[in-house]
C-alpha cells in the first residue's frame, strides 16, 4: 500500500526520503515524430528508512523515474524532492545526500577492489585515510576483503555487482538509488 503523499515541504523533509509529485518525462515528438511518453504523473511517497522497489515491464519509465529523482534529467512537468530537497532547485544539495548504482557497472576492472574504493573515496572528497578506512571498511561489509587486492575483472558477476553497490555507499548516503 502506497503512504499518502505529504502535503507541506516540511512533512516531506522529515517523513519521506523520495516525494514525487505529478512527474512527467516525454521524449522525441519533434518534426512530426511521435512523442515517447516516459513519465505520466508518477506520484510516489518513499517514507525515510525504508525500502521501496518500482517494478514494471521494460519501457515502463523505471529508469526514467530514477534519473530524474538522481538530478540526471529533468522533468518536464510535476514536482520532486529527496532527502527534503527539490530535485529541480536544488540538485547539488539532492546529490551530495545521494548514492546512486546504475544498471552497468561502475567499477574500474584493472585496479584492484580496494583501489576503486579509494579513487572513489578520493572522487568524493575523502582526504587519503578516511578514504582508506572507508573502502576497508565497505570491503568488510559487503564481503569481498578476502578479494580486497584482486581486480574485478577477475570477478564473479555477484562480486563485481558487490563491489558496485559498496562504491555507491562511499560517502554513506541518505538515500540509495538502485537502478536494476
Known amino acids: 500500500m502506497k503512504p499518502p503523499p505529504p502535503t507541506t515541504p516540511a512533512a516531506a523533509s522529515s517523513s519521506y526520503a523520495v516525494v ?14 511521435p512523442a515517447t511518453h516516459a513519465l505520466d504523473g508518477l506520484d510516489l511517497a518513499v517514507p525515510r528508512g ?4 518500482l517494478l514494471g515491464p521494460n519501457g515502463a519509465g523505471k529508469t526514467t523515474a530514477v534519473r530524474v529523482l ?7 512537468a510535476g514536482h520532486a524532492t ?6 529541480g532547485r536544488r540538485p547539488r ?4 545526500r545521494i548514492g546512486l548504482t546504475g544498471q552497468h ?23 587519503p585515510a578516511h578514504a582508506r578506512r572507508r573502502a576497508d571498511e565497505l570491503l568488510e561489509a559487503f564481503g ?14 555477484g562480486m563485481r555487482r558487490r ?18
Open 20 to 33: 514525487a509529485e505529478g512527474l512527467r518525462k516525454t521524449y522525441g515528438g519533434g518534426r512530426g515524430a
Open 50 to 53: 525504508t525500502v521501496y522497489g
Open 70 to 76: 538522481t538530478t540526471l534529467t529533468r522533468a518536464d
Open 82 to 87: 529527496v532527502a527534503g530537497y527539490d530535485v
Open 93 to 96: 544539495d539532492v546529490r551530495r
Open 105 to 127: 557497472t561502475a567499477v574500474d576492472g584493472i585496479l584492484t577492489a580496494r583501489q576503486n574504493l579509494r579513487m572513489f573515496g578520493r572522487l568524493f572528497h575523502l582526504d
Open 144 to 157: 569481498l576483503a578476502h578479494a580486497a587486492d584482486q581486480q574485478p575483472q577477475h570477478f564473479s558477476g
Open 163 to 180: 563491489l558496485d553497490l559498496a562504491s555507491s555507499m562511499i560517502l554513506a548516503p541518505e538515500v540509495l538509488f538502485l537502478d536494476e
